[in-house]
């Protein structure tokens, strides 16, 4: 299983982005997909995920303004970004778990400016 993330950047306070993540290879296992980041000197946080029946799960610090959501059929998954602060500036990584293990892409840099 690869994933590779897309869509970071460089944006102002107040704008949205929309990042992606696609699933390559074998996903039968798969039963979760998420989203995480990690702020330079700060650990790596959940920010959402969305997992079997399409429950989703937000950190308090997103919430009402990030939306996961996934498109199965081309084993795609996004996060929508708005309103976006200072405080979101991080390297977003895409995490797939499966009942075995979890994958991780390779992170995409999203920059906020104030």
């Known amino acids: 299983v690869q994933l590779e993330e897309s869509g970071g950047g460089l944006v102002h306070a107040g704008e949205s982005l929309r990042l992606s993540c696609k699933v390559f290879?074998?996903?039968?296992?798969?039963?979760?997909l998420s989203w995480h980041r990690q702020a330079p000197g700060k650990q790596r946080e959940l920010v959402a995920s969305?997992?079997?029946?399409?429950?989703?799960k937000y950190a308090d610090t997103v919430k009402g303004r990030f939306t996961i959501s996934r498109n199965s059929a081309e084993n795609i998954v996004y996060p929508k970004m708005n309103n976006l602060n200072h405080d979101d500036t991080a390297v977003y990584y895409c995490?797939?778990?499966?009942?075995?293990?979890?994958?991780w892409g390779q992170g995409t840099q999203v920059t906020v400016s104030s």
């Open positions: 969305i997992g079997i029946g399409d429950r989703t």
């Open positions: 290879g074998d996903i039968s296992g798969i039963y979760s």
């Open positions: 995490n797939a778990e499966s009942t075995l293990t979890y994958y």
